[in-house]
């Protein structure tokens, strides 16, 4: 049979579990995953290889575009977030749409018209936003009903015929991306509906992601995890020195192991929340930077030197120009054309 491939966009509302999804399927941690909604800023491609099974499909490579959480926005941010979903719905071979089983039901009224323009959502209706993007498409959409390890067998059936009766989903599938259920089940259905092509992505390639780019959103996650209030949402992190270990790892003994040196800025909006990125005594940067540096060695294969600092830029949320230079995408695009010139 011959090689499939495609592209596979993960859209749904924020803390659906999107991200861990894309991470169990991948097997590897490409994409930062937080209690907190609007987590993901940027769409993340995690490539996966699916060997062939005899009688039921053949080998295929599998793009799957993990996406920000669709919610009402409100800053310059919030737009762009949202247009990265548009962006992967555009190009797109099936959908995934993600749902948060724990979640009560609300049902989203399919005789309600949907809103429609991006600036029209409002947090009830974000499902029905999701729906109306659904229903533009020509593409396969598949349900994929998240978090069934945290939810009463008896709800799913409920739950199916909630959903069921809101679009023809292509197929609605129960999973627990935590604890990697129903997944097997979902690559094969996937592959089934993929059209046949050709690698998009070398074999051995599982993200697009620059390793810099990763770097900053491990730090990212971990202001997320050890922060509240706004200054989660008002936090960016750029990377400003990365410098990796300058000769391979020498196996002299007391050869010292390699090190790679990082800066990287936390950007905040205000004088108070940098306060709190600082914390006591700087206690708060410490717990950040200790964390994040754990993560980052796992990543990198050498250990770490991270240095991080906080630089105070009133509402970067609004500010395009900031925006441009944290989107590591428009970055190499800006390179690529002015390479061209
Ligand atoms: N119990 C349970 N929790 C899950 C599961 N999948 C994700 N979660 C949790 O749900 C929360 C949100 O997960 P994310 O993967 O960050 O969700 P997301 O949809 O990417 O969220 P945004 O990036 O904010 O749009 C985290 O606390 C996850 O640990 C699951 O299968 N079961
Ligand atoms: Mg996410």
């Known amino acids: 049979?011959?090689?499939?491939?495609?592209?596979?966009?993960?859209?749904?509302?924020?803390?659906?579990?999107?991200?861990?999804?894309?991470?169990?399927?991948?097997?590897?941690?490409i994409a930062i995953v937080t209690r907190k909604p609007q987590t993901t800023r940027n769409r993340i491609h995690g490539v996966l290889e699916v060997a062939p099974k005899k009688g039921k499909h053949p080998a295929a490579?599998?793009?799957f575009v993990d996406t920000p959480g669709v919610h009402a926005p409100s800053t310059l941010l919030d737009k762009r977030m949202l247009q990265e979903?548009?962006?992967?719905?555009?190009?797109?071979?099936?959908?995934?749409?993600?749902?948060?089983?724990?979640?009560?039901?609300?049902?989203?009224?399919p005789d309600k018209p949907a809103a429609q323009?991006?600036?029209?959502?409002?947090?009830?209706?974000?499902?029905?936003?999701?729906?109306?993007?659904i229903r533009t498409l020509d593409c396969p959409v598949f349900l994929v009903l998240n978090k069934i390890d945290a939810i009463e067998k008896e709800t799913?059936?409920?739950l199916i015929a909630h959903w069921s009766a809101l679009h023809a989903y292509t197929e609605i599938l129960p999973v627990s991306a935590r604890k990697q259920d129903g997944l097997e089940k979902l690559t094969a259905k996937l592959v089934e509906h993929l059209p046949e092509g050709q690698r998009y992505y070398p074999k051995d390639q599982f993200t697009d992601q620059p390793e810099r780019f990763l770097v900053a959103e491990l730090i990212r996650e971990k202001i997320l995890q050890f922060t509240g209030e706004e200054v989660?949402?008002?936090?960016?992190?750029?990377?400003?020195?990365?410098?990796?270990?300058?000769?391979?790892?020498?196996?002299?003994?007391?050869?010292?192991?390699?090190l790679t040196r990082i800066s990287a800025a936390i950007h905040c909006e205000r004088t108070g929340q940098k306060a709190i990125l600082i914390g006591k005594g700087g206690a708060m940067l410490k717990q950040i930077g200790a964390a994040a540096r754990v993560e980052i060695e796992r990543?990198?294969?050498?250990?770490?030197?991270?240095?991080?600092?906080?630089?105070?830029?009133?509402?970067?949320?609004?500010?395009?120009?900031?925006l441009d230079a944290l989107d590591w995408k428009k970055q190499l695009e800006d390179l690529g054309s002015r390479q061209k010139e």
């Open 117 to 133: 323009a991006p600036g029209a959502i409002t947090p009830e209706d974000e499902d029905a936003y999701i729906l109306s993007l």
């Open 1 to 29: 049979m011959p090689f499939r491939s495609g592209f596979v966009s993960i859209i749904g509302r924020p803390n659906a579990g999107k991200s861990t999804l894309l991470n169990a399927l991948i097997g590897e941690k």
């Open 156 to 158: 799913l059936l409920p």
């Open 232 to 258: 989660p949402y008002a936090s960016a992190v750029v990377i400003e020195r990365f410098e990796e270990p300058s000769a391979p790892a020498g196996k002299k003994p007391g050869a010292k192991p390699p």
């Open 299 to 322: 990543l990198v294969g050498t250990r770490v030197y991270l240095e991080l600092f906080i630089k105070v830029a009133a509402d970067w949320r609004s500010s395009g120009p900031f």
């Open 61 to 63: 490579q599998i793009v």
């Open 85 to 109: 979903v548009h962006d992967a719905l555009s190009s797109r071979d099936v959908v995934l749409h993600v749902v948060d089983a724990t979640r009560t039901l609300r049902a989203p009224s």
